[in-house]
Each structure stands twice: as structure tokens, then as C-alpha cells.
């Protein structure tokens, strides 16, 4: 089982099961994956951050409050690289199309490391183990992902393409950005000649031991492609027509709390059907979060909600039959499956008489565009970003 419950009561619980250990401890013992079951030095707060169950602000917030910014300073970075794979990923969205394609491509990918890999059966003590715990749990350490992805692209020779997408498919918190980013750099493609190799004594060592990961690949040489694209400016969203609205509910933002200048007006909610999809397990577990989320906002707004039932144009005018062309309204989805099928949404929910339209969180606004290069310059910017959204 994975342990994550759907639910924002949920992530406020396991975020204030992790304050306290927010600061020196985290600093401290990040880094280190003890096993299921012992999770303590980690926060365990990412399929709800992925889902904004809980908001990246809400979260800081709260810690530099318990710890101040320079004792959290670990944590609040580790938030920080989640947005900035996805103002990376916005400005750079041919990076994601492109992926898509080679998944595509790699769908009839045979060999016999594939089978092995998803098998849990290569002879590779930690390899075999961490591939049990994500397909039995939907969640790997952070530094074990490294050492999968490492393993998958250059001991056992597989796509990089493909192992991402299989993280996709059964992480909770999978998301299209950081997932698709990491594994990119992992194998030296995101910062060009920077690959991550897997190291058994660096393995031994922040597992406590529990593994001796022999037969890894030792000296593997970096992936080559081309260069990046030049990053395209941060999309300029139009003004929200004037009300009353629907608002439409995604997976992408769960969050119960809208801007002021939006509540006042909604008129009905609208739950969106899943864009990106996952394992049985994982595709419950969002669409369970979205139906608590959406039921909070409705008794909140007393407003009727309207379960919508799939993608095509025929369901969503039965949907929208009885809503008499009221404009619908969501928050802006970063580059993903939902961006894309919301773009290819467009033009039916026109044709039907109702347009939609986006607002964006303050958080994704004044980070996103900072995004344009590697992660350290816009680590520089992390303290005066955290003064513009008036956290600490």
C-alpha cells in the first residue's frame, strides 16, 4: 500500500508531521534512503505538492516560519527545483513533444534487460529491490531514483525514454516536468556532458549498507543530443471574462483556495476526467483527491458539481448541456497531457458556446520566467522571489 491518503486533510497532517524536522535534520539526513516504512528524514510530501492537495507556498511558508530560511534553506530548494523543472519545461515545450514521440516510438522496444528490469529479476540487488518497492508502492527515494535511472540507462543499456515513462506510470507524485527533466539529466542530456553514474560505495553508504550492488557499469560515457531550444517567453494569459463562471477542476491543481477576484463569481464546478494516467492505484488515489477537493469547494461556494466523463466533444456537451454557456475558468496546467488535451478541448467547448479560460498561481508567476538557464542562477533569486510572494 502507499500510504498516501487523498485527501487535503491528509497533506496538512503529513506536513505538520514533517515540520519539525524540516531543518538540520532534513540538511543532515536527506540524502540517505533507509528503507519503506522509514521515512522520517524525508518529507513525504510530494504526491500532494504534485497535485497541489498542498501549495508549493503554503508549504515554505510554514517551514522558514518553524526554521527560518537559512536553516530550511535544504528544503526549501528541493521545492524550488519541482517549480523550476516546470518553468524549464514551459519555456522548452518542443522538449516534451519531442519525448512523447520517442515513447511512442519505443512502444514494440523488446530485450532481454527490458524484461529483466521490469521483472525485478537482473541480478542487481538494489536494482531489483527499488523496481518491487515502485511497482508495490508508487514512491522511490529521491536519491534511489537517481541510482535506478543510472542503472536503467548505463548498466543495463535501456532507453532513458523508456524508464521515464515507466516512472510516470506508477509514481504518485509523477510529473511530466521534473520526471522527464531528471531522467534527462541523469543521462547527460539536460546539462550537456553531466551524467549521474550509479557508485556502489555511494549506494552502500546512504542505504545503510543494505545493498553491495555489484556489476554496475563503472565509467559509462554521457548521452549525446543536440542542443537545447532557445526558451520561448512564458505564455501571457488573456483576463478572465466577468462571471458568473465554471470552474473546471484538474489534476494538475486540487487546491480548494482561489484568488479572491474568482470566488465571489463561480456558478458550478466541473470535474475534469484524468489527462495523465497511471496504475489502478495511482489513477484512484487522483481521482479520489479530486472528488475531495472538489466536494470542499462545493460546499464552500454552494455550487452544484458536474462530473465530466470523458474527453471527446460528444461528452462534454452532454456535460455542459445544462449550463447554458457559461464561460469555464482553470488554473493554468504547465506542459503535460492536460495542457494538451485542454488546448485540444478548446475548440469543441467553443463550438458548443463556452470558452475557457486560465488563471495562474502567484507562486508559478514570478517563477517560472526566472527558469531560462540552469538551476543555480535561479537558486540565486530564491530569497528575493520569497519576498515578492510575501513568504518569511
Known amino acids: 500500500m502507499s500510504g498516501f491518503v487523498p ?17 538540520q535534520h532534513y540538511a543532515e539526513h536527506r540524502n540517505y534512503d533507509f528503507g519503506v516504512g522509514t521515512r522520517d528524514n524525508v518529507s513525504m510530501l510530494s504526491p500532494y ?16 516560519k518553524t526554521h527560518s530560511l537559512k536553516l530550511a534553506e535544504k528544503f526549501v530548494q528541493e521545492v524550488f527545483w519541482r517549480t523550476y523543472w516546470k518553468g524549464w519545461l514551459e519555456q522548452r515545450p518542443s522538449i516534451w513533444t519531442e519525448y512523447r514521440v520517442q515513447v511512442e516510438m519505443l512502444d514494440d522496444f523488446q530485450s532481454p534487460n527490458l524484461d529483466a528490469a521490469l521483472e525485478a529479476r537482473t541480478g542487481i540487488d538494489c536494482f531489483d529491490h527499488w523496481m518491487r518497492e515502485l511497482t508495490d508502492t508508487g514512491y522511490l527515494h529521491n536519491h ?46 539536460q546539462t550537456v556532458g553531466k551524467h549521474y553514474v550509479a557508485d556502489a560505495n555511494n549506494i552502500r553508504r546512504y542505504t545503510d549498507g543494505r545493498f553491495s550492488s555489484e ?40 487546491a480548494p483556495v482561489l484568488p479572491p477576484e474568482i470566488s465571489a463569481d463561480i456558478a458550478a464546478v466541473i470535474l475534469c476526467p484524468l489527462a495523465q494516467t497511471g496504475t489502478d492505484k495511482v489513477n484512484e488515489f487522483r481521482e479520489a483527491a479530486l472528488l475531495a477537493s472538489a466536494t470542499d469547494i462545493i460546499l464552500q461556494y454552494n455550487v452544484p ?3 465530466a466523463s470523458g474527453w471527446s466533444a460528444q461528452d462534454w456537451k452532454e456535460t455542459l448541456a445544462d449550463l ?22 478548446e475548440p469543441d467547448l467553443a463550438e458548443a458556446g463556452h470558452s475557457l479560460s486560465y488563471f495562474r498561481r502567484q507562486w508559478d508567476e514570478h517563477c517560472w520566467p526566472h527558469a531560462r538557464k540552469g538551476f543555480f542562477p535561479f537558486k540565486e533569486k530564491i530569497p528575493s522571489l520569497l519576498c515578492q510572494l510575501e513568504i518569511g
Open 7 to 23: 485527501s487535503r486533510d491528509a497533506a496538512l497532517a503529513a506536513l505538520a508531521r514533517f515540520l519539525p524536522r524540516a531543518g
Open 49 to 64: 505538492l504534485r497535485h497541489r492537495l498542498l501549495s508549493e507556498e503554503e508549504v515554505v511558508q510554514a517551514v522558514v
Open 144 to 189: 534511489a531514483r537517481m541510482w535506478f535511472a543510472s542503472i536503467w540507462i548505463f548498466t543495463l543499456r535501456l532507453p532513458w525514454q523508456k524508464g521515464a515513462a515507466l516512472f510516470l506510470e506508477h509514481l504518485f507524485d509523477g510529473d511530466p516536468a521534473s520526471n522527464t527533466l531528471s531522467w534527462r539529466w541523469v543521462a547527460g542530456l
Open 215 to 254: 556489476g554496475l557499469c563503472v565509467a559509462p560515457k554521457p548521452l549525446t543530443a543536440g542542443p537545447h531550444p532557445d526558451p520561448l517567453p512564458v505564455r501571457a494569459l488573456q483576463r478572465l471574462p466577468t462571471g458568473p463562471w465554471i470552474l473546471l477542476l484538474t489534476e494538475e491543481d486540487m
Open 305 to 307: 458539481l458536474v462530473a
Open 324 to 345: 447554458a454557456g457559461l464561460p469555464l475558468f482553470t488554473a493554468y496546467p504547465p506542459v503535460g497531457p492536460l495542457q494538451t488535451a485542454l488546448c485540444g478541448l
